[in-house]
């Protein structure tokens, strides 16, 4: 076996003396291949949709910590009226809490609300920017969740499980459709705020899909993409060269094994050489107009959300299929009228500068935006003083814009306390199902084997598209 003139000798082991190791994984492979579901040798080749899709590519702001939906986007008068009383003790019959207990009072929304728009939505007096979209959002109010704690309901968000080591949104997306980028990642993502998501990277992960899916982490400032300069000594041809001569050492590698995470190897190498020669320009904001920078609250060279949401449309508009925008922030146990107002603060213009920009330039036909965070917050209250929420699986909001989705819609309907769904639920599992039907894909048909399983975003469990909200 340790004989280096036979090459394979340790690959026949592996096939053939019991263990079946090499031989389940190359089945795995070439049932993929021939499935038209991946290319061992272009993973990230273009590949069609199940069926025509409404949206080529996707945004996601993910506000962490969980937003309060009944400060925001859900008023509750019943919830005002009976601030500072004990809820029924029915409503919170069976329910688990992360921190409250059931002595916890009653707390009424702390801002005012109005409606906008010909829809009439109501939302809250810290969204003025998002009020003014109001026409363009379709708005779920009945979002529902398993888990109930920071992490776990993270990756429940973005792998459809509450465990480590599931393939993201972003992942399945580039697996499912390819990249239409070739000199930028598929799949980019960014964090503001206070820190990165709870859940960390896996929630854009690849899981158990070949590595070259997972997501790509630009940097907010000066310099979101690291180490772009050749090295002193090096100049692009003596790059490309050497490239070349690796590359072709790994594709006669890649031809006797078929190792996918060979195939990500020289797709990661090639990547990082094309952008060099773009990545510049893309990420560079002063190439914006004044007024452009001014609408988002942009200023070139800062780390801010409002730099990555300007970014994400540039990234867009030249193919990236997936970008998502973390903002760690709305984690509010306390202080909650501060903390609130200081995240609308330093989101509220940037998101509705986004879908009014994509509007613009005939983008947001093409491209599905999607705000929330991963659970809700409870109507009781929390924290010294009264001003504070728990985490809330039962219900919360998301909205959503962009093609294939019926315009100034409220979808969805929370008790009069805000804590359960009463009408029209939406899962998080259904929330999946609908973004990759936008996508022309069918959550049923997009799956990977592994471990004899056919594995998918969607999970076993029911899952279904939500046809009410499209348009």
């Keep these: 076996m340790n004989n280096s003139s036979d090459p394979v000798a340790r690959r026949w082991f592996l096939s053939q003396c019991g263990l079946g190791v090499g031989a389940a994984a190359l089945s795995s492979l070439l049932s993929e291949e021939a499935s038209g579901n991946s290319n061992v040798s272009d993973p990230m080749a273009v590949r069609p949709p199940h069926f025509p899709a409404k949206v080529k590519n996707v945004i996601c702001l993910f506000m962490a910590g969980a937003p309060s939906h009944l400060d925001l986007f859900d008023y509750k008068p019943k919830l005002a009226e009976f601030d500072g009383t004990l809820p029924p003790p029915e409503l919170l019959e069976g329910y688990r809490a992360a921190f409250i207990d059931p002595s916890s009072k009653l707390l009424g929304p702390k801002f005012k609300f109005a409606k906008h728009g010909q829809c009439g939505a109501e939302i809250s007096e810290l969204l003025p920017h998002t009020a ?97 300069s050749d090295p002193p000594g090096v100049d692009r041809k003596l790059q490309r060269d050497s490239l070349d001569a690796i590359n072709e050492l790994n594709r006669i590698h890649l031809a006797k094994t078929l190792d996918p995470e060979i195939a990500t190897r020289i797709n990661s190498f090639e990547m990082a050489y094309r952008m060099q020669a773009t990545a510049p320009e893309v990420m560079d904001l002063n190439n914006e107009t004044a007024e452009t920078l001014r609408s988002y609250g942009a200023e070139p060279g800062k780390s801010s ?52 920009d994509l509007g613009d330039r005939g983008l947001l036909d093409e491209t599905l935006v999607i705000w929330g965070g991963e659970f809700g917050r409870t109507p009781m209250t929390q924290g010294e003083g009264g001003d504070g929420r728990d985490h809330h699986p039962n219900a919360f909001t998301m909205w959503m814009a962009g093609g294939g989705l019926k315009k100034g819609m409220t979808y969805g309907e929370t008790d009069e306390l805000g804590f359960n769904v009463v009408d029209g639920g939406v899962h998080v599992r259904d929330l999946h199902a609908t973004i990759l039907h936008l996508l022309g894909l069918d959550h049923m048909k997009l799956s990977y084997r592994v471990q004899g399983l056919d594995q998918r975003l969607t999970g076993v469990e029911e899952a279904h598209v939500v046809k009410e909200i499209l348009a």
């Design 132 to 228: 003014s979209i109001a026409d363009e959002l379709t708005i779920i109010k009945s979002m529902k969740t398993d888990a109930f704690n920071h992490a776990p309901a993270q990756l429940m968000m973005n792998t459809g499980s509450q465990l480590f080591g599931k393939p993201s949104m972003g992942a399945w997306s580039l697996y499912g459709l390819g990249n239409e980028s070739k000199d930028l990642p598929g799949f980019v993502v960014f964090s503001s705020g206070k820190k990165g998501p709870s859940g960390g990277s896996s929630c854009w992960g690849s899981g158990f899909l070949p590595s070259v899916y997972q997501g790509v982490q630009f940097r907010s400032g000066s310099e979101p993409v690291l180490y772009l």
């Design 305 to 356: 959300f409002a730099n990555d949401c300007l970014l994400a449309r540039r990234l867009v508009e030249r193919g990236v299929r997936f970008v998502q925008l973390y903002h760690e922030a709305w984690d509010q146990h306390g202080a909650l009228v501060s903390g609130l107002k200081t995240n609308c603060q330093d989101t509220d213009q940037a998101c509705a500068a986004l879908v009014k």
